[in-house]
């Protein structure tokens, strides 16, 4: 789709698909985006879903997928999910790390031959202020599923969410990838953004159409601006950053943001740099 690869080209929106594959996760964070728990509505898309989708974004001029959600993993199917999704088009998928053990880490052996990269979260430098924030053990996990993916040759990055308030822990977190044997570029630092969980918490960032850059991103419930668009108050979706409820053909909501991006001034997406 040449309009599609003109306004990526010009930096007009972002060349990665989004795809929320389901709302649930094992863990409770106190700033999720989603309000993800154990318990809450799945809004899961399917492993045919998906493929397709990843399938029409490579026909449309995408460059690569990104998987979020809620926890992937908790989906059976994931493994060979992303096997297929990566024969289309490079992937990233996002995971809070804890659910791949040995056993599901060897089922994604076949996946260090393929474009796929695992971004794992890990937000402190020790065990402590980690797991105060996420779970109990988290951090002991998170370090044993990098070892156990750069064990089996799977690329391997890690997000940090809540810039660290002081250097020392900054320069704390960069030793510890570096030991993890993670490089500078594959450590990412991003701020807790004031949606979801957050929605009320001063110091975090709010966010706009105005300074999010525009990267589709496809829910169970449609199609909306940004990853950190279709997220969760209340337990209802919020419906401020959706493009439209249609999702397939995926020609539809690519449509509607190009409609959305034709006259749309130079923003301050970049300053804020939310990845
Ligand atoms: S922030 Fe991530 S790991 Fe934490 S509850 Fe939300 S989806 Fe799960």
Known sequence: MNELRAAIDRGAVGDRLWLYSNYHCNLYCGYCLTESSPAVQRRTLSATRMIALARQAAELGFASIGITGGEPFLLPHMPETLAWIADCLPVIVLSN????????????????????????????????????????????????????????GVHVRIATTGVPDNESERARLCALHEELGVSHDDHVIRPVVRRGRARADEAAVPTSQDNLPPELTITAEGAFWSPFAPTVADGRTDTDLLICRTTTPLRRPVEELLRLVEDRPPG????????
């Not at 301050?268 to 990845?275: E, F, P, S, T």
């Open 97 to 152: 790390g804890t659910l791949l053990t040995d056993k599901l880490v060897t089922r994604l052996a076949p996946l260090a031959s393929l474009p796929v990269t695992v971004q794992v979260s890990l937000d402190c430098s020790d065990a402590e202020r980690n797991d105060a924030r996420r779970a109990d053990g988290n951090f002991a996990k998170v370090l044993a599923a990098i070892t156990r993916l750069q064990a089996i």
């Open 268 to 275: 301050n997406d970049a300053v804020l740099g939310i990845r």
